[in-house]
């Protein structure tokens, strides 16, 4: 895992903070704009969940890419020193778990680790060159909520107000630049002080406010309950945190805000005023809205589960029907090679030249068919029904596949080399087939420059087992690497190289039955390695 940035997690401003990197990090990352929301969203929750509860809070991001595993993830881990804080139940954990694809939260000696990881799809590789890109991307920011960042300004030019009387025009160019509402109240909620983002919103200036148009921004409701709750906590001197809709005077259109509100303490410890701020987050509040609410969302996922079962019996029709079709077709086919057969032996003297010529195009023509018949067959009975899983040695397996293909070892003067392999839960039958396909194609591709040369090993993990075949071979372009693995699909012509297309396809299938993958990676005149990865299962 390589940290990208982090950030401090204190108050609901951070949370603005959170969004907007989370969603540039996805973005970088290729995300599509509903996966980066969704990642966005549950970071929020989490975020917004420690916020409340927990204090000295902080959130890592980072990603998690391994060049021995094709997965890759976007991390985001919250570490929070509140050691309690898995004992509060939360429906904002329960909500940002549904939404990654790996959730864990674990107590410590110094507090609690929240983990979140979301996959990225996708064959190209996060290598160490993008990483860096990104660290630098987020460097050009402060690594800080804006939310403190706005205190810690207000507060000094509040103190360069008292001490220097003459200074008030540099406080106001200094809050004007800045892109949010900043003001200050006096005990009596009266404003004082209001840079020029309040008029400009609002249309308001602060005699105008003051008087009574504060009706005419917020909701006429909204309004008297915002003034009674002011009321009620003037008196605490205590930090006020609400999320509040203010109409904008140029759209007529009522935007979120989050409304913050500290009050300046003298030495004695009388409130002599309040600050206070508006922060734009009308765009998180609708995205996080339309993500809960969603109906339609939840029916088109509903729908689309449907799909996936209509899609998985219509499969396993097409299966049927390809094994009873390519069936139906050899008795035909026999016939044909047979009669040829016979012709070829007994009128070849009565047929002219060009009779032979066709008759020779004929009998190639039917060998093919009977290969591509053979082949179908075989593809069409890869499937997971009536199969049990059976420990096996893939040494075994290997070896029983070299046999089948000895007279072309012997005739290319081929060197096969394979390392201990490990015993395994897997399909026999299945995964003999894939590793005679596999050789046969390192055979068949050699450069005729030089004797294939082939090595077979294995490397372990904890959950999974990595099998590579490994030739110098004459190799393939990888911007071809989609199409190698699909029925019929050729990357040379069939002049040069015999085959039907279909061998590559059935070493996927039989590593989707397997739940796992097989990719390939090559540079052309160099050889290829073919890398299979499957679960380890009990």
Known sequence: MQEITRITLETDMD?????????????????????????ATAVSEVSRHVIEYGYNAVLILAVKTDV???????????????????????????????????????????????????????VQKINNGRIRQWISSFNVELPVSPYDEIKRKNKQLQELAEKLKESETQYREVTNALPLMIFSLNNEGQIIYANSWMKSFTGYDIHQLNENSWPLVLREKVFEKAWEYWQRQRGTNKAIRKEVELKNHATQEYI???????????????????IGSLVDIHAQKVMEQTLRDNKELQETKLLLE?????????NQELEQFAYAASHDLQEPLRKIVY???YLSRYYAEVIDERGKLYFGNMMGASQRMTQLIHDLLNFSRIYRENLQLVRTDMNVLVTEAMNDLDVVIKAKSARIEVAPLPV??????????LFHNILSNALKFSDERRPPEVKVYAIMGEKQVQLTV??????????????????????????????????LAMCKKIADLHNGSITASSIPGLGAKFVLTLPLVA
């Open 306 to 314: 449907e799909k996936i079962r209509e899609l998985n019996r219509s």
């Open 256 to 274: 979120w805000h989050l409304l913050s509100l500290a009050p300046m303490v003298s030495e004695s410890g009388k409130t002599m005023y309040w």
């Open 424 to 433: 395994i839960s897997v399909y026999p039958t299945q995964m003999r087939q």
């Open 15 to 39: 949370l603005v903070l959170v969004h907007k990197r989370i969603m540039k990090l996805g973005e970088l990352a290729g995300l599509s704009l509903a996966s980066q929301t969704t990642f």
């Open 68 to 122: 021995k595993e094709p997965e890759q993830y976007l991390i985001a881990k919250v570490l929070d020193g509140n050691l309690n804080l898995t004992e509060k139940v939360n429906e904002n954990l329960v909500y940002a778990r549904r939404l990654v694809d790996s959730f864990s939260l674990e107590r410590g000696d110094r507090g609690i680790e929240i983990m979140l990881e979301y996959r990225v799809p996708g």
């Open 470 to 503: 490994e030739d110098n071979g004459v190799g393939f372009e990888e911007k071809y690497l989609d199409k190698m693995f699909s029925l019929f699909q050729r990357l040379h012509s069939r002049e040069k190289y015999a085959g039907t297309g279909i061998g």
């Open 339 to 341: 009669y040829s057969d």
